[in-house]
């Protein structure tokens, strides 16, 4: 494990008088981009956003009455941005990559549930869940992204599996919000079991709030949903004032399923629940009508939409556009294919141009899902303000080594992610005031014994697959 700096507090969390300097480079303002600016960090959120000059010579002089000067986090000219927010992703799923299924390949979405996920996540154990979501997280601060939004699925590890991942979460300093997917498709006993683990989370996280940590109750597809579950699963998100996560006609399996048997579309059996409200997360809403997405707007719901998931399972893809003419806050996540959100972006982009045959799209609605509605999510979930480099808010930022070829400038920020940086720019991560990776070394993880010990465990559950 890299050594962390004088400056980044240990395991224990976040040193309430620590101060960090970041800069100087390119920052990305609500007023537009600062060049040769820096971010001032103090115990968790950022004090000042400002010239790099006058921060510098400002906590200097504060320094003189303090224990010492504040940490430094140079940037050397680069891309200072808030961090990125994943709204909607699957820790579990890493340690599928590159398995092979035999036989002959999947038709259909539901056969790759089937074949696919329904067996990974019935094989995973104790140590797989761990060693997955260390993983996941060890790519997030590679890829610069700082919140996540799980949902996760265990049905044979499923008692303290959120405990699991909490677990390493705070190992890895990340901030994410936790939750256990509820389905009826192993049983009612087992069923019961999720709805049981996301109430102990919750009340426990109650009991003793974390900074980092959010819990909310999971559910799984409809189709594999009974009325009595979705039920408990609606109560229990109303009594523990925590949200619902809900994948939602992802499918037209999942409408063909809902009208057969309850002769009603999926949004619509949510409706007549009480599950959709400001308090519901609805991912994917590939194959909604216009009189769900008029429940959605009315109810307030927000929806996530993953682009490359939707292509990858050959779904069909969300009807974005409309979605937010009819104000619905829609915000974007990977839904476990990767924990890249500018890639997740750039896909989204690209997918509305293909789909809709219209080179105007995506102009205005990718930037808005990426940093305007997942930072006003993950704002809600946590109690502090995200996604934003802004006097107050929590200090969660990223820093990219892109010297931008040609002008940058707020109205051009997009067309830069699209076209110039990417991940692969990503420096340095600060979550919470933290430094997370600096310089491209991660200082929580030890990334080589992690594959090392990964590499093991996804053989064994490959051959228990």
Known sequence: MGAESPQDPGPSGQDETATLLVGPGYVVTPEGILPEGGVLVRGGH??????YATLSRASTRASEDAAGPPGLLDTRGGLIMPGQINAHMHFYSALARGVSLGGEPAESFVQILERLWWRIDSALGPEDI?????????ECIRCGTTTVIDHHASPHACEGSLDLIRTAVDEAG?????????SDRNGRELARAGIVENRRFARALAAEPADRIAAHVGVHALFTVSEETLEQCVAVAREEDIRLHLHVAEDRADVEHSLEHFRERPVERLWRHGALTENALAVHCVHVDRREIELLAATGTFVVHNPESNMNNAV???PIPELLEHNVCVGLGTDGMHSDMFAAARAAFLLQRHARGDPRAGWAEVPAMLWTHNARLASRLFG??????AQGAAADL???DYDPPTPLEAENLFAH???GFDARHVASTVVAGRVLMRDRELLTI?????SARAREQARALWERF
């Open 46 to 51: 950022i004090a000042r956003v400002g010239p």
């Open 130 to 138: 761990r060693t997955s979501a260390l993983l996941g997280l060890a």
């Open 174 to 182: 990340l901030r994410a919000a936790l939750c256990y997917e509820v």
């Open 316 to 318: 069909g893809y969300a």
């Open 384 to 389: 502090h303000s995200l996604g934003v480099l």
């Open 398 to 400: 990223v820093v990219l």
């Open 417 to 419: 992610l699209v076209f």
């Open 446 to 450: 030890d990334t080589a014994e992690l």
